[in-house]
């Protein structure tokens, strides 16, 4: 009878010890595995970074009061040399995506940044970013955004003028080779045609203010009789081309200008 009740004690004390080790391990389970989950689950990262907790480290990621607001360059950015440029990261910004009031802004008259005229027609586009294939025409203007000398050492091509980033008057931004411009002003440089009704409404409003623009506004609107795209008159195409002669003079003649609505 010993013997049967020492087997049972064993027995059970045998039983004891194994729901405790299993106890143990399912404990050990449920505290280890989320704290790994949370450590390597990118979007609960993500939340704690952009969320609305204390830390010095989140208010540093998501604090963007500091930031200064953007502004039209007037002066040259450092380091340019006989080209006088906007700074790069406005370039950046700039030929992103099209800002034809700020184009405008940038092409008037008094703006230091330097000015170079096509030497022939070309077929450009613009090598940094997102960009349109168009055609610029002899003696066309453009603004000069960035400029890269020839190489001075490795491969170096005899006859090399470097390379300029530009934007045209429309406010699209192209990459021309230094041998196809000249800094040269021809007699009646030419301008990339403007679309009135891209401006901001102020921007419109200035260039009413002027005669000239308005008169031909107005005969545009005859002439148009409304029509912004799609197939056109040639009597349309003659008075669309006579507004963007006007706006052109006038920009170039130091109109006053609205602030642009939009900026880089």
């Known amino acids: 009878m010993k013997g049967v009740a020492v087997a049972v004690v064993a027995s059970a004390l045998e039983i004891l010890a194994c729901a405790g080790t299993s106890s143990t391990v399912n404990s050990n389970s449920s505290s280890t595995t989320p704290s790994t989950d949370t450590a390597t689950d990118p979007s609960t990262a993500t939340a704690t970074a952009s969320g ?38 406005f370039v950046d910004r700039l030929c992103n995506r099209n800002y034809a009031d700020a184009a405008l802004s940038l092409m008037a008259k008094g703006t230091p940044f330097t000015r170079v005229f096509l030497r022939g027609k070309v077929e450009a586009w613009y090598a940094g970013g997102p960009t349109t294939r168009e055609t610029l025409a002899f003696d066309e203007e453009v603004l000069v955004l960035r400029f890269r000398a020839p190489a001075a050492s490795g491969i170096v091509i005899e006859g090399s003028a470097g390379s300029y980033d530009v934007m045209r008057w429309n406010g699209n931004c192209f990459t021309l080779d230094g041998s196809q411009v000249t800094t040269k002003r021809p007699p009646r440089p030419k301008a990339a045609p403007l679309s009135f009704y891209k401006f901001g409404e102020k921007m419109q409003s200035a260039l009413l203010a002027n005669d000239a623009v308005r008169n031909a506004y107005q005969r545009r609107g005859r002439e148009c009789k409304g029509a912004t795209v799609g197939e056109v008159t040639l009597a349309c195409e003659r008075a669309d ?24």
């Open 52 to 89: 609305t907790g204390t830390g010095t480290g989140t208010a540093t990621a998501t604090d963007t009061s500091s930031e200064e607001p953007h502004a039209l360059p007037t002066a040259c950015a450092a380091g340019g040399g006989d080209v006088c440029t906007p700074p790069s990261d």
């Open 241 to 264: 081309t006579a507004l963007s002669a006007a706006i052109v003079d006038f920009v170039r003649s130091g109109g006053t200008l609205a602030p642009p609505a939009r900026l880089p």
